[in-house]
């Protein structure tokens, strides 16, 4: 597993390698540091290996800033875990249209840090997790990562991803085959929450537009979980 961190200040870069390194040691993580003075270097080793799982993003660089770089990450494809280390406030509302993980403030503490890792760690964790949907053809192997939400119509549940796949079981038997990332909007509907853009008293937005019901009761408990998971 690879751990990058970008920042155009040395310091910065030799400090949070140290916090890095204390966290690794500490939980037996097996995470190979790496560290980039631009995000023109970074993008330049990315676009040879693509290999990175995790990145610590200073915003304020050079030509191209922190958040630029996380937007082309994001539109090529790239799933890495996203966590924002700066002296600014003023880009929190950017990062969640980047689906950053979190927004650290310098000066930031080994604790602190450390917090947010174990968290890129689950995440992490939970993008390895398949779900196997037996078809009438054959079987399929689904990343639950990939899921955008679970739709269920009379006897057959549909699992929207990059592709569409309607299989004969119940929403409760999938929903347990789900982790935390995931939330019962509706009776008929679950939810991949990295997904969600905004939500209303009545319905749920995702980032590509599909609007789906939110039962009336569902309303906080969505709140909350939104809150939780970003």
């Known amino acids: 597993m690879k751990l990058v961190i970008c920042d155009d200040n040395p310091a910065d870069i030799d400090y949070i390698t140290g916090l890095v390194g204390e966290w690794r040691r500490q939980t037996g993580a097996g995470v190979e540091i ?10 330049f080793a990315w676009e040879e290996n693509r290999d990175m799982d995790i990145l610590l993003l200073d915003i304020e660089m050079g030509e191209i800033s922190g958040m630029k770089l996380a937007r ?14 700066t002296g600014y406030m003023d880009y929190i509302a950017e990062g969640y249209d980047v689906e950053a993980l979190h927004y650290l403030l310098k000066p930031v503490t080994g604790e602190r840090l450390g917090q947010v890792l174990d968290r890129a760690l689950e995440r992490i964790r939970t993008r390895e997790h398949m779900l196997w949907l037996t078809l009438q053809d054959g079987v399929v192997r689904l990343s639950v990562y990939e899921i ?7 006897n057959y549940t549909t699992v929207h991803g990059a592709e569409d796949y309607s299989v004969k079981r119940s929403l409760n038997d999938l929903e347990r085959e789900l982790d935390g990332g995931f939330y019962r909007i509706h009776r008929s509907f679950i939810v991949n929450l990295r997904f969600v853009k905004r939500i209303t008293r009545t319905e749920v937005i995702l980032k590509d537009g599909t ?20």
């Open 34 to 43: 790496l560290s980039f003075p631009s995000a023109e270097a970074l993008l």
């Open 72 to 85: 082309h990450l994001r539109r090529a494809g790239a799933a890495m875990q996203i966590v924002f280390i």
């Open 148 to 154: 955008r939400y679970l739709e269920v119509m009379r």
């Open 211 to 230: 609007a789906l019901p939110l039962s009336r009761k569902h309303y906080e408990g969505l709140n909350q979980a939104l809150i939780a998971y970003f």
